[in-house]
């Protein structure tokens, strides 16, 4: 077999890459390691930066998210009882798009399979060769046999487990890493979401949040032990300790039902440099992760998808590889800042197992002052809807 961009992963990043490239005439063959139906059965945050929505409209994908999706103006912040609401739309002039990643990664294989592009499922051992020459190639195990892929580039769109990052040299290679003394248990419930727009809660006895996927499907999250297992919570359990920590007027309004899912997340900081080895390309968790306050990991592969997208069609179209040379410090220098976001965005509102009274005195303080002043609400909401790519 032979393509131009062999791209490992067919998740969020391997699959958006893979239709731009599509829609610009570029060859690609997608390996994913797991089957199409375990791909879709991730249950992952769905708030889009505008600049993901315009890259879902590049990529001919964004016709049911138009329908489906829903515009957030803003979101609430809670303390407590007393909350306050940051207006993204008279802060930026932009909002977000409240739009399953399930359902965007559903309509990025629908598109990739309307257009005959190869996506290859239930690959085993992949693994990339040759990546400091011109002509790098592919090896994996499929169906009980070994295939070979060429190709010009590889593009590693893998995720946190996945091999890719592992073949830039251990000497060449940088990661820096800061993992939280907390998790966030998760519950999916078949009941109507208990606000029009999301609640990120801070109260004494931790974080909570408020989402959807829909009118009927709600997405609720609090702060939980590492020692925590899911099976340690039942359904009533969640749902009392979620009405502890969000203002009295929600909780009195929320419906609770039985979770159809139920899982708890770790939450990490973590950046990969450089996020290039010769021909091979890293993209997405592949090459960096974030805590999930505010929403960043599918919004942050969206960047780096459009930065490589946009290097290879240079390369392709006008036989320029600058872009390409450049794709790992581009994309770097966006990820820190979303990196930073994140990072501030989840000291706001966790409460630390080792807070001194200082420490909790000054996070107090950091949520006044962006109550009360419209530059801080502004820099808060021009991360949360978007950094310019
Ligand atoms: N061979 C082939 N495929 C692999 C391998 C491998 N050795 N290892 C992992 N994969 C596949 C995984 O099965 C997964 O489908 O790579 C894909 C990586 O997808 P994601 O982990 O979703 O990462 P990405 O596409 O970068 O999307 C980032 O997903 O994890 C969330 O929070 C994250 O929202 C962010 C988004
Ligand atoms: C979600 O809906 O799963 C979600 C929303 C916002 C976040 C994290 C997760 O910051």
Not at 42 to 60: F, N, S
Request: charged share 25%.
């Amino acid at each position: 077999m032979r393509t131009q961009v062999a791209i490992i992963g067919g998740g969020p990043s391997g699959l958006l890459l893979g239709q731009l490239l599509h829609r610009a005439g570029i060859d690609t063959v997608v390996l994913e390691r797991r089957s199409r139906d375990y791909v879709l059965s991730r249950i992952r945050a769905g708030v889009l930066e505008t600049g993901l929505v315009d890259l879902m409209h590049e990529a001919g994908v964004g016709a049911r998210m138009d329908r489906e999706g829903f515009i957030h103006d803003g979101t609430l912040i809670a303390k407590g009882d007393e909350q306050f609401r940051i207006d993204f739309e008279r802060l930026t002039g932009r909002h977000v798009m409240v739009y399953g990643q399930t359902e965007v990664t559903r309509d990025l294989y629908e598109a990739r399979d309307a257009a005959g592009a190869p996506t290859l499922h239930d690959c085993r051992g992949v693994k990339p060769h040759d990546l400091d020459t011109a002509a790098p190639f592919i090896t994996f195990l499929r169906d009980g046999a070994v295939h070979r892929l060429d190709c010009d580039f590889v593009a590693g769109c893998d995720g946190y487990h996945g091999p890719c990052r592992q073949e830039i040299p251990t000497e060449v290679r940088r990661e820096d890493e800061k993992t939280y003394p907390f998790g966030w248990l998760g519950v999916l419930s078949e009941t109507p979401p208990v606000s029009d727009e999301l609640i990120y809660a801070n109260s004494a006895r931790g974080f909570a949040l408020c989402s959807m996927r829909n009118a009927t499907l709600s997405r609720y999250y609090i702060q939980c032990d590492l020692s925590d297992s899911p099976d340690d919570w039942t359904d009533d359990m969640f749902w009392d300790e979620l009405k502890r920590r969000i203002p009295a007027e929600a909780a009195e309004r929320l419906e609770t039902g039985p979770s159809i899912e139920k899982s708890i997340a770790p939450l990490r900081s973590f950046v990969c440099e450089p996020m290039r080895w010769g021909r091979l390309f890293l993209c997405g968790d592949a090459a960096h992760i974030v805590p999930p306050t505010g929403a960043k990991g599918l919004n942050t592969a969206a960047s780096d998808v459009h930065y490589l997208s946009n290097a290879l069609k240079r390369f392709y179209h006008d036989r320029d590889d600058e872009g390409l040379e450049r794709y790992s410090e581009t994309a770097l220098a966006r990820i820190w800042k979303t990196e930073r976001f994140s990072w501030w965005f989840s000291s706001l509102m966790h409460r630390y197992p080792d807070q001194s009274a200082f420490d909790l005195r000054i996070q107090q303080a950091e949520l006044a002052f962006l109550r009360d002043n419209e530059a801080a609400q502004r820099a808060m909401a021009e991360s949360y809807v978007g950094l310019p790519y």
